[in-house]
């Protein structure tokens, strides 16, 4: 439906405010995320975590030639591809 009803105690959830608290005994309030948003927040979080990964590689493409996940790249690279045929080699794809 994408919405609660207030008299029952329940607010409903946007993207911006996608949990919302649930009262409880205990520790602390665990938090409900509504099934409709779940999906979206799932690629959210894994693309967030992906560039976080990605960002410091990316910042040290510079020195390729001496930091070493470019240099292990290259290496793995020219492993992969040194098996392919002899005609494949330097042809650049159309």
Not at 62 to 76: P, Y
């Amino acid at each position: 439906m994408g919405s609660y009803q207030r008299d029952i105690g329940y607010s409903y959830t946007t993207f911006i405010r996608s949990a919302q608290p649930i009262h409880v005994e205990g520790d602390g309030p665990p938090l409900l995320v509504s099934i409709d948003h779940l999906p979206s927040l799932i690629l959210r979080e894994a693309s967030e975590a992906f560039s976080a990964g990605l960002l410091p590689c990316l910042k040290m493409l510079n020195n390729r030639n001496d930091e070493g996940v470019w240099v292990q790249a290259e290496k793995l690279f020219k492993e992969k591809t040194s098996d392919l045929p002899a005609a494949l080699v330097g042809k650049d794809e159309v």
